[in-house]
């Protein structure tokens, strides 16, 4: 499984690109509002952070808008991929940009259904939001292996599983055991995934004896 960060925090995104560990950004128009800053650029400034996938999403609802957006999005970058709500317009928008070439990240996804017509649209990605199903008191983790199910029947499709709405660790290690092929998460949530006590106790008690042994 690889790993996004769902953020517009240029200096965050620097810093955990650094690691070698991220390959991807995501974005959606809460967070571009948060930023307080024009999405243009704001998504120009993170494309030119790392190399991999930036989901940069329209606000456009109908078809005809969807696709000028789009194009406005894509020609920002070339690493931009275009993140559409799996709606009817946007499904119809995902099949007309896939025979353009244009990557798109099918977004707000909450069924099986839903991720089905987006690989069969030739979407990039499908972004099931995991947190806000488990908010309703559903699991977030069931629709994910639905999907992967879905999926591996067809093996035409290249629609990867972007596992979205990731609230803590726990989510991290539901979505990797359900099959997702990437998880996108908040800077916070990333910090979170290596901590543990017992390492930063081990660790101290390893140099103790270092630096003990060292004294002799
Ligand atoms: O950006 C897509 C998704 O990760 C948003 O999640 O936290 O707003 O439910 P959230």
Redesign the pocket.
């Known amino acids: 499984m690889r790993f996004f960060l769902?953020t517009v925090d240029t200096d965050e995104i620097a810093a955990l690109v650094e690691t070698g560990l991220i390959e991807g950004v995501?974005?959606?128009p809460?967070?571009i509002a948060q930023s307080r800053r024009s999405q243009r650029d704001v998504i120009r400034d993170i494309c030119s952070l790392l190399e991999g996938p930036v989901s940069a999403e329209v606000i456009a609802t109908d078809y005809e808008e969807i696709v000028k957006e789009a194009h406005v999005l894509a020609d920002l970058a070339s690493n931009v991929v275009v993140k559409i709500p799996v709606t009817f317009d946007g499904l119809k928008a995902c099949k007309t940009l896939h025979k353009e070439a244009i990557p798109v990240n099918a977004?707000l996804c909450f069924s099986p259904l839903q991720a089905l017509l987006a690989a069969r649209a030739g979407a990039a990605y499908i972004?099931p939001?995991m947190?806000?199903i488990d908010d309703c008191g559903q699991e977030g983790r069931k629709l994910i292996e639905e999907i992967r199910d879905l999926y591996n029947y067809d093996h035409d499709w290249d629609t990867e599983i972007l596992a979205?709405?990731?609230?803590h660790p726990k989510h991290v290690l539901e979505a990797a055991h359900a099959g997702a092929h990437i998880v996108?998460v908040?800077p916070s949530v990333f910090r979170s995934l290596y901590v543990h006590p017992l390492t930063d106790i081990g660790l101290e008690k390893f140099l103790q004896d270092w630096r003990a042994s060292q004294e002799n």
Not at 164 to 167: D, I, K, M, N
């Open positions: 769902d995501t974005t959606n809460t967070l977004t972004s939001f947190g806000r979205a709405s990731v609230r996108t908040a």
